[in-house]
């Protein structure tokens, strides 16, 4: 099986193809991107993100808007829902509270625990979020705890974000409003940000990282160009957001030792991830099925009627388009190798010009393949973080490297896969 998968020419986009803005599902594509606290709208922008050696493609036009409702909500909120443990991300404390009913004022003090002698401790102070950004990141990284993922964590509003939330809150029976309100139990993610402590280990997926395909076919694997690379993808935010998490801390000099502060996400751990081979199947998976809307350029899965995750994408180019229909899932690789060929890439037909590329975090199809029943497709990872929401690829679905290495283990082969 892994032959018939990896030796399949794979018709993803390694370089930049035409760019086209997609549908926003409830918003004019004219609106810019707002948050809204008090019925104030504030401007506001996502950073731009260059990563080393990657064609950046252009940015999509403004996207829906994010609102934080701060009215008194007549319902209480749920508690946080537990991940399936197929992910490994951590599990939502099991007294979370609603949040407070302004967003610059969301941590409540927790009871505090008692000591050996009975008495209670004195409450730890919780830090207070004040602004919309930090609400914002907060928000995102509740959502990617819950496998609902908004996209590289930023800071920021944009369209991921708003569509995450929308498949939240369907995904647990309340209105579909894309509105951050009391129902979002945004108190579950404490503490907000988390240390992480550099080590030598880590420095082994960071080398030299050429530009030219023809030399990065000598190379035996692809690794990140930077620790700044690194960590960004570990945490699942953007590089620059990273920063300004540690203003004072140059990632790129940081030794062995060295503290970081990251978001409270489940880390994407590389280390972990399977050598070049396919994940066996899992007939207990079987029951599952993945949707995806390309207008929409966010990929769904389904137990049985059940909405349990979403990740966005980037789908084919309108040269190169992502084709509809249902297929299924013929396997599901870690760390594939890429047989990049022009022809293929271009023309859809397979020449004697061609490179295999080895294995590896920046390889063009990501850390994680799932192939589909149609020759040269298939859901994968990316070494462009920043094409995904793009009709940027040449027929394949991407998608970030800590997405699909979260979605591969929870698929198998046999699952319908309905593209629209």
């Known amino acids: 099986m892994l032959a018939r998968i990896l030796s399949t020419p794979i018709l993803v986009c390694c370089a930049t193809a035409s760019i086209f803005a997609q549908t926003p599902e409830t918003t004019n594509p004219a609106t810019p991107s707002k948050v809204i606290i008090n019925s104030q709208p504030v401007t506001t922008g996502a950073p731009s993100t260059t990563p080393v050696n990657k064609a950046t493609p252009p940015a999509p036009p ?14 209480s909120a749920p508690t946080a829902p537990t991940p399936p443990a197929t992910t490994g991300a951590p599990a939502a404390p099991v007294n979370a509270t ?30 207070v979020l004040v602004t919309k950004q930090e609400v914002t990141a907060q928000l995102q990284i509740f959502l990617d705890q819950q496998l609902f993922s908004p996209g590289r964590i930023d800071g920021s509003p944009g369209k ?3 569509r995450a939330l929308r498949r939240w809150q369907r995904a647990h029976a309340l209105p579909d409003t894309g509105i951050l309100d009391a ?9 907000v940000y988390i240390t992480h402590a550099v080590t030598d280990e880590e420095k082994k997926f960071i080398g030299a990282l050429p530009g030219k395909t023809s030399e990065q076919a000598k190379k035996k694997k692809l690794p990140y160009a930077s620790y700044a690379e690194y960590l960004s993808e570990r945490y699942h935010c ?34 972990e991830m399977p050598p070049t081979g396919n994940f066996p199947e899992m007939p207990e998976l079987k029951n599952r099925r993945i949707e995806i809307s390309l207008a929409n350029t966010m990929l769904e899965l389904y137990e049985g009627d059940k909405l349990i995750a979403c990740i966005p994408i980037a789908p084919g180019s309108p040269r190169n388009p992502t084709p509809k229909g249902k297929w299924k899932i013929l396997g599901v690789a870690s760390m594939p190798t890429f047989r990049w060929d022009k022809g293929v890439l271009n023309n859809g037909v397979r020449t004697k010009n061609f490179f295999n590329l080895p294995p590896g975090p920046n390889n063009p199809v990501g850390v994680g393949w799932i192939g589909l029943n149609k020759p040269g497709i298939g859901i994968h990872g990316t070494n462009n973080p920043d094409s995904i929401g793009t009709f940027a690829s040449h027929g394949c679905m991407r998608t970030a490297n800590w997405d699909i290495s979260r979605i591969a283990k929870m698929v198998t082969v046999g699952v319908p896969v309905v593209i629209r």
């Open 62 to 75: 403004a996207e829906p808007t994010l609102r934080f409702d701060v009215s008194p909500q007549s319902t």
């Open 98 to 127: 609603s949040p407070a009913t302004s967003p610059a004022t969301l941590p409540t003090t927790p009871t505090p625990p008692e000591t050996t002698d009975g008495s209670a401790e004195p409450p730890a102070a919780r830090a």
């Open 183 to 191: 129902n979002v139990p945004l108190d579950s993610v404490y503490p």
């Open 160 to 162: 991921f974000l708003t």
């Open 238 to 271: 953007s590089s620059e957001f990273l920063q300004k998490l540690n203003p004072k801390v140059k990632l790129e000099i940081a030794k062995a030792g060295d503290e970081i502060r990251v978001p409270n996400v489940a880390p994407f751990k590389i280390e």
